[in-house]
């Protein structure tokens, strides 16, 4: 959810008063703001060289790091950050949980803070499995739509074209807005590695810190790559076990991997719903300043949701 939240704080970031009506400008590279969520005027130039390199890899055999194991990238199974994972699921559900839900459905208010006035819309979150979300804010041009499919991701505008959105931010994601369907889930998969990154203090609560990383190919050149466009912080509260905050990079569209902002999450107000703790107040600040609140009204599992919902819409569809 919180690509969504940065994608369209940077729509109103460079976009002029009126918001609703004006066409948000390309921004140059001085400025490092780049509206790649416009709901009106030309799409972004698409998919560039950071973005294509990952769907190489994403596409890429790799077979001469099974070869040769000397050349592989290790996985990191840090023994207490493993211990850290697991008391997270179990306090928010439990991987019973997990294996119980099948998709869900949250209603909800999305407050962006940018300019001198926030400006809050409804926002719907759809999920299926762990891999699949579709998130609708309405807004007065119209409903825009961000639909994330295995690791693959797109936005369509309300008059129902669409563009695609880089790898190097969409091969992390899960069901974030909710924590025990997010990367954490997957903690024990040989994919993912696990490191302990100490200890922080998050609005006064005293939390253990764990590092996730999401690596799908394991040589030499594939794995650090990953490893680091990846690497997901998750604060786990030392008394509930609940994840009080999330931090990761967004990589900038169009720029290279140095190109990148620091998002973090606080999550907070949880709530157990079909026996899986989901926080319905979920703040989002991108390095260091506020960029928007979701408040979540509703959270219902297992509706029943079909797999059309969550297809990807191709670039310039009509």
């Known amino acids: 959810m919180a690509h969504l939240v940065f994608l369209l704080t940077r729509f109103f970031a460079t976009t002029p008063s009126p918001r609703f009506k004006a066409i948000p ?4 590279r001085k400025t490092n703001q780049n509206p ?10 698409q998919v560039p060289t950071l973005a294509a390199l990952l769907f190489v890899l994403l596409t890429v055999s790799g077979s001469s790091a099974q070869t040769d194991a000397k050349k592989s990238f290790e996985i990191t199974k840090d023994p207490q950050a493993m211990m850290i994972a697991q008391s997270a699921v179990t306090a928010m559900g439990g991987a019973e949980a997990i294996l119980r839900y099948q998709d869900s459905l949250a209603t909800g208010r999305l407050t962006i803070h940018e300019g001198n006035t926030p400006v809050s819309f409804p926002i719907t979150l759809r999920s299926k499995g762990t891999h699949q979300t579709r998130v609708e804010v309405q807004m007065a041009s119209g ?31 899960r069901v974030d807005h909710i924590p025990l369907l997010s990367m954490l889930a997957e903690y024990q998969s040989p994919n ?7 200890t922080a ?19 030499l050149m594939q ?13 786990v509260d030392q008394v509930t076990g609940m994840v009080d905050k999330v931090q990761y990079s967004n990589y900038e569209e169009g720029h290279s991997q140095q190109s990148h902002r620091t998002l973090e999450e606080y999550l907070s107000q949880y709530e157990t719903v079909d026996g899986i703790a989901v926080p319905f107040h979920q703040t989002t600040y991108a390095n260091g300043k506020l ?3 979701l408040v979540l009204k509703s959270v219902t599992f297992n509706v029943g949701l079909s797999d059309s919902e969550f297809t990807l819409p191709q670039r310039g569809q009509q």
């Open 143 to 173: 409903t825009n739509i961000r639909i994330m499919n295995q690791g693959r991701a797109a936005l369509q505008k309300p008059d129902h074209t669409a563009q695609a959105l880089g790898l190097n931010n969409t091969v992390r994601e």
């Open 223 to 235: 794995g650090p790559f990953f490893a680091a466009v990846t690497r997901t912080l998750f604060y």
């Open 192 to 198: 993912i590695s696990v490191a302990s990154e100490g």
């Open 201 to 219: 203090e998050v609005k006064g609560r005293s939390t253990s810190v764990i590092a996730l990383s999401f690596v799908p190919h394991g040589d």
């Open 291 to 293: 960029q928007a609140d």
């Open 25 to 28: 400008q390309a921004a140059s």
């Open 36 to 45: 790649f969520f416009c709901f009106e005027g030309k799409f972004m130039r």
